[in-house]
């Protein structure tokens, strides 16, 4: 398919050009990392589809301006990653301010990611419910880091975008970066020393 | 993956095996300038240089060995966390709104950004409007302008000649006919002239 092998700054160049098309493809192509990328920072997968759609419609309405100064990911995480940020941030208010009714503690995508594994494979119970535990305990340490280093992990592990890139995502050093990645880390080997002492076995 | 097999030891083992090293003494300076360089180091990420230096510093180093090892687990659980899919109403969505957007930026968006501005132009279009709309003052046509203008030249050659000394000295009726027809025209009624 010539198509796909069109680079993501031709094809932003393309939409620029009246092209429709070529946004379709654009958005094939970064819906899916978009998405999991804001549902790790937001936590809630309706919010986080609703930031991916912001994040394209922000990419649509810059086409008649856009410029490939930088590489077409680091615009698009950048929209990304503001959008997170600010959401996380609105969603602490707004838990503060909920709290003074009623307590919130537990997240409601776990019923959801729960049954959808147990319909997906039931070797035996046992052996899911460890499985099970393991990957909510690494969910939850991941969610417990401050968003910043949570952000940095996020595009530093899953998007695999270059320290250059994330640290001008982020709006950092590379210094500053490599600092908030390490302290990720050792944040991360701490919450999880079980699984990592497992690791090792 | 190397060194795994050091998993064993607990999340306190890292604060012990520090406290010896700490003893052995000169590993303290470059632990502190190797932690930046850990995660580039467990990514693959360093150059050539970086990289050997690194390893120069493991072999001696067990809290730097430690951590590298349980960076690199950390980096394997992370794979774990399970993907999701979009829903399959998220394209429709998307494209629900890109037909909502304008088909081209129209050249006032320009103002969408500061409200002020925007706020200001639209009052300066009222005042203009203002301005428009109010009923115009008598005005003279073309060729009455000029009759005023030729008037207003002949005056001021009046002004000069009049204060001309010499002139004075002359018989007067000789250049006073015209003078004084502009003269009347002006003071009385320029409009009525031709």
Known sequence: MAAMARSDV??????????????????????????????????????????????????????EDYVPSAKFTTW???????????SVRDNRYQ???????????????????????????????????????????IRQAIEKLPEKQRAAVLLHKYQELDYGEISKILECSESALKSLLFRAYETLRVELAPLVAQQGK | MTGLKTGHYNPGAAGKAAEE???????????????????????GRLKEGERLEMEKHLSTCAVCQLRVNEFRAVDVLLDEVPVIEPSAAFDVRVWARVAAEPAKQSWWAWFAPSPRVAFAASMLVLAM????????????NASEVETINQNMQVLENYDVISDFAPLSELPQPAQGDDIDD??????????LQM
């Open chain 1, 95 to 137: 838990r503060m301010e909920i709290s003074l009714d009623a307590p919130v503690t537990t997240d409601a995508e776990d019923g959801d990611e729960k049954t959808m594994d147990v319909a997906e494979k039931h070797p035996n119970i046992e052996q899911h419910l460890i499985e099970e535990a393991r990957r909510k305990m």
């Open chain 1, 76 to 86: 698009l995480f950048r929209i990304a990653t503001n959008l997170a940020l600010n």
């Open chain 2, 21 to 43: 090293a700490g003893s052995e003494g000169k590993e303290d300076m470059s632990c502190g300038r190797m932690e930046k360089k850990i995660m580039g180091y467990v990514d």
């Open chain 2, 129 to 140: 409007m203002w301005l428009g709309s109010r009923p115009p003052e008598p005005s003279l």
């Open chain 1, 10 to 63: 031709q094809l932003m160049l393309d939409v620029k050009a009246g092209d429709e098309q070529s946004f379709a493809l654009l958005l094939h192509r970064y819906r899916s990392p978009l998405i999991n990328f804001l549902y790790r920072m937001v936590r809630n997968r309706e919010q986080a589809e609703d930031l991916a759609q912001e994040v394209f419609i922000r990419v649509y309405r810059a086409r």
């Open chain 2, 182 to 191: 502009a003269n009347q025209n002006q003071s009385t009624n320029p409009n």
